[in-house]
């Protein structure tokens, strides 16, 4: 045998190519040359005399004329179905449907000397890409799949979905088993589908007005930088996507502080838009470091909702893991480490208005304040991720300089967590020599109450009381004796109350 002939291969049409018949759309265009090769194929067997052979010339031929107008398989079979002319026999359309196509698909594979087991390899193969979109999702790991021809959305490729393949395949004559159909689904033949790369891809061309801007102003705070390190943020976050940054990770975290109910995950939330919602995760547990390992892969965008209630002893992890550009874990069940890009940029939220800890790590760490955030109205996502791709395109810096790093630390000490009273005492109120002199003198128990409600993780109890008046005593506030407890010469340096999220 030549070269040629030793040469196997399997030539399947591209069904997704069908062109729209002008003035209708593709699903309309599919269903007119459908019924005009129906037409045609009971005109040219119109002289048949059993009405039994006459249905099934007429399927034959028409399968053939389906199969080369480029017309899905299942799309044949279902339109078949209809048609009173074959009584709903639904069994043989399909198996003259599958013998039409499997023929034409294998039809360039020398058969003469092919061994039985290559042969139910080619088509395995065969059925699975007739009736079949398959792709393997990039993030999570996971093959997808959708039927070929119908009006579906790509689902998980589980064990339900594998089993009903392999009985379909059984039924239209393909000798194929569990086993036979999983080691071609777990295969490299398997096109693999990147969510967030497809999604820039597909995005119209952005039309120069600034978005970016006008989401940030969403979050009302005085912080006059937020607009911008929020943009750079943004960058930062589709750079990730992308694998652009072979370097570094998205290492910034904004951190969105304000009471209960201000709208802060809700804005999280909404930054991806709703066909990538399942790319969001505020739900994340950081107690398994190979959860998040699979996390920094899976997910787009990672939410540390009640941030404050993340353990000192998680932080480190959280520092080493901004910085990684990629991620290398080995998922469960198997047997070696792979090496997976990382996707997912990190956004925090707290009621606490102190949530850090680690003073060398905040620059890590975008603090704003916000009493309030828009979450009213549309956002165009396509947008924004248009203007975003735009100016990476041009070259726009999506990364901290060391200014700005500085900046953003100066800023964050007002949000560092205070863990002993002489520090709170100096941040709350004047100090005794600033003190005005006709201000009033409070009692231990109000003095207690406003730092408490500064300061959520402070508890009221006699001994922090105790602990509270000699602090003030020794900072040489004036005390007072009366009946109902010592009171102090104080004075509040932003006297406007703040609300306990206790």
Same mark, same amino acid.
């Given at each position: 045998?030549?070269?040629?002939?030793?040469?196997?291969?399997?030539?399947?049409?591209?069904?997704?190519?069908?062109?729209?018949?002008?003035?209708?759309?593709?699903?309309?265009?599919?269903?007119?040359?459908?019924?005009?090769?129906?037409?045609?194929?009971?005109?040219?067997?119109?002289?048949?005399?059993?009405?039994?052979?006459?249905?099934?010339?007429?399927?034959?031929?028409?399968?053939?004329?389906?199969?080369?107008?480029?017309?899905?398989?299942?799309?044949?079979?279902?339109?078949?179905?209809?048609?009173?002319?074959?009584?709903?026999?639904?069994?043989?359309?399909?198996?003259?449907?599958?013998?039409?196509?499997?023929?034409?698909?294998?039809?360039?594979?020398?058969? *003469?000397?092919?061994?039985?087991?290559?042969?139910?390899?080619? #088509? %395995?193969?065969?059925?699975?890409? &007739? +009736? $079949?979109?398959?792709?393997?999702?990039?993030?999570?790991?996971?093959?997808?799949?959708?039927?070929?021809?119908?009006?579906?959305?790509?689902?998980?490729?589980?064990?339900?979905?594998?089993?009903?393949?392999?009985?379909?395949?059984?039924?239209?004559?393909?000798?194929?088993?569990?086993?036979?159909?999983?080691?071609?689904?777990?295969?490299?033949?398997?096109?693999?589908?990147?969510?967030?790369?497809?999604?820039?891809?597909?995005?119209?061309?952005?039309?120069? *007005?600034?978005?970016?801007?006008?989401?940030?102003?969403?979050? #009302? %705070?005085?912080?006059?930088?937020? &607009? +911008? $390190?929020?943009?750079?943020?943004?960058?930062?976050?589709?750079?990730?996507?992308?694998?652009?940054?072979?370097?570094?990770?998205?290492?910034?975290?904004?951190?969105?502080?304000?009471?209960?109910?201000?709208?802060?995950?809700?804005?999280?939330?909404?930054?991806?838009?709703?066909?990538?919602?399942?790319?969001?995760?505020?739900?994340?547990?950081?107690?398994?470091?190979?959860?998040?390992?699979?996390?920094?892969?899976?997910?787009?965008?990672?939410?540390?909702?009640?941030?404050?209630?993340?353990?000192?002893?998680?932080?480190?992890?959280?520092?080493?893991?901004?910085?990684? +550009?990629?991620?290398?874990?080995?998922?469960?069940?198997?047997?070696?480490?792979?090496?997976?890009?990382?996707?997912?940029?990190?956004?925090?939220?707290?009621?606490?208005?102190?949530?850090?800890?680690?003073?060398?790590?905040?620059?890590?760490?975008?603090?704003?304040?916000?009493?309030?955030?828009?979450?009213?109205?549309?956002?165009?996502?396509?947008?924004?991720?248009?203007?975003?791709?735009?100016?990476?395109?041009?070259?726009?810096?999506?990364?901290?300089?060391?200014?700005?790093?500085?900046?953003?630390?100066?800023?964050?000490?007002?949000?560092?967590?205070?863990?002993?009273?002489?520090?709170?005492?100096?941040?709350?109120?004047?100090?005794?020599?600033?003190?005005?002199?006709e201000a009033p003198y409070m009692l231990l128990s109000e003095v207690m109450t406003i730092i408490a409600q500064k300061y959520t993780d402070v508890r009221i109890t006699n001994g922090a009381l105790i602990t509270l008046g000699k602090a003030l005593r020794a900072a040489?506030?004036?005390?007072?004796?009366?009946?109902?407890?010592?009171?102090?010469?104080?004075?509040?340096?932003?006297?406007?109350?703040?609300?306990?999220?206790?």
């Open positions: 045998m030549s070269t040629e002939e030793n040469t196997i291969s399997l030539e399947i049409s591209d069904y997704n190519s069908l062109q729209e018949v002008p003035g209708f759309s593709l699903l309309t265009s599919k269903v007119r040359r459908f019924h005009d090769c129906l037409d045609e194929m009971l005109e040219k067997h119109r002289a048949e005399e059993d009405d039994r052979l006459f249905a099934v010339a007429v399927l034959e031929d028409l399968a053939n004329g389906c199969r080369e107008m480029g017309l899905e398989q299942d799309f044949g079979v279902r339109m078949a179905t209809f048609q009173p002319v074959f009584n709903g026999d639904v069994e043989l359309i399909k198996t003259v449907f599958k013998t039409a196509y499997l023929k034409e698909q294998l039809k360039t594979v020398p058969l *003469k000397y092919m061994q039985k087991s290559a042969l139910l390899a080619f #088509k %395995t193969e065969a059925y699975l890409r &007739e +009736h $079949y979109v398959l792709r393997l999702n990039v993030m999570t790991g996971v093959p997808e799949y959708k039927h070929r021809g119908l009006h579906y959305s790509f689902a998980p490729l589980d064990r339900a979905a594998r089993n009903t393949m392999s009985i379909n395949a059984l039924k239209a004559g393909v000798d194929s088993w569990d086993k036979d159909l999983n080691r071609y689904l777990d295969s490299s033949l398997i096109p693999q589908y990147n969510p967030m790369h497809d999604y820039l891809q597909h995005l119209s061309k952005w039309d120069g *007005k600034d978005r970016i801007g006008t989401l940030a102003r969403r979050v #009302k %705070t005085d912080n006059p930088d937020w &607009e +911008h $390190y929020f943009h750079v943020w943004m960058l930062s976050m589709v750079s990730q996507w992308n694998g652009t940054n072979k370097q570094h990770g998205n290492a910034i975290v904004p951190l969105l502080i304000g009471p209960q109910g201000s709208g802060k995950t809700t804005f999280c939330r909404r930054l991806l838009p709703e066909n990538l919602q399942v790319y969001y995760n505020d739900r994340l547990s950081m107690k398994n470091d190979n959860d998040i390992f699979m996390a920094m892969s899976a997910y787009a965008l990672i939410n540390i909702d009640e941030f404050d209630a993340l353990a000192r002893s998680q932080q480190p992890i959280l520092k080493y893991l901004l910085s990684k +550009h990629d991620v290398k874990m080995r998922p469960p069940y198997g047997k070696t480490i792979e090496h997976r890009q990382r996707f997912a940029s990190f956004i925090a939220t707290t009621n606490n208005r102190h949530p850090l800890v680690d003073t060398t790590g905040s620059r890590r760490f975008v603090c704003v304040y916000a009493d309030t955030i828009d979450n009213k109205g549309k956002i165009n996502h396509d947008q924004i991720y248009a203007q975003l791709k735009q100016e990476l395109s041009d070259g726009q810096r999506h990364w901290f300089t060391d200014k700005e790093n500085q900046r953003i630390m100066h800023h964050n000490e007002q949000f560092q967590k205070v863990t002993d009273f002489p520090q709170m005492i100096a941040r709350t109120f004047a100090s005794p020599e600033d003190t005005p002199a040489g506030y004036e005390q007072k004796h009366a009946k109902n407890g010592s009171s102090y010469k104080i004075y509040q340096k932003n006297p406007s109350p703040v609300t306990s999220t206790v």
